[in-house]
């Protein structure tokens, strides 16, 4: 099996933007734990990240084309206000699990809304970047 995990805009700066929000992992780190994670279950990860919405849809498209399995999706402010990605998830058939670093629903009222939320299998929000190995889990396991 093999599950993509796509990082949106700023997730590059993880370990240095705002660590009382988001921690000291670096994005780094969290590749390795999935890597790890997905090792055990003799899966393959291919993680990506930009800051560009148009290559994160490119990569959302082309994994229908792939033997990916899953998305795990941290789209970052994307989350908020990108239509685009939201159609490109509803245009595949790949499941996607939203993920977030912070619990989104607990900080400034523009962050509340999801416009991805109802074209994924599920959302997980607040657990830190353990929220990443849960989705992994959850596509492993099936």
């Not at 939201?86 to 809304?113: L, M, T």
């Amino acid at each position: 099996m093999k599950v993509l995990v796509l990082n949106g805009p700023n997730l590059n700066r993880l370990g240095k933007r705002e660590p009382e929000i988001y921690g000291s992992e670096t994005l780094d780190d969290v590749k390795q734990k999935c890597i790890s994670l997905a090792a055990q279950f003799n899966a393959t990860i291919d993680f990506k990240q930009s800051n560009h919405e148009g290559v994160l849809i490119d990569w959302i498209h082309e994994a229908e084309d792939t033997d990916v399995e899953g998305i795990v999706f941290n789209p970052g402010a994307y989350t908020h206000t990108s239509i685009a990605l939201r159609d490109a998830i509803a245009a595949v058939n790949v499941p996607v699990i939203e993920v977030h670093i912070s619990n989104i629903h607990k900080r400034e009222s523009f962050r509340h809304e999801s416009k991805l939320a109802a074209e994924c299998v599920g959302q997980i929000s607040g657990l830190g970047t353990f929220g990443y190995e849960l989705a992994i889990r959850k596509f492993l396991e099936q």
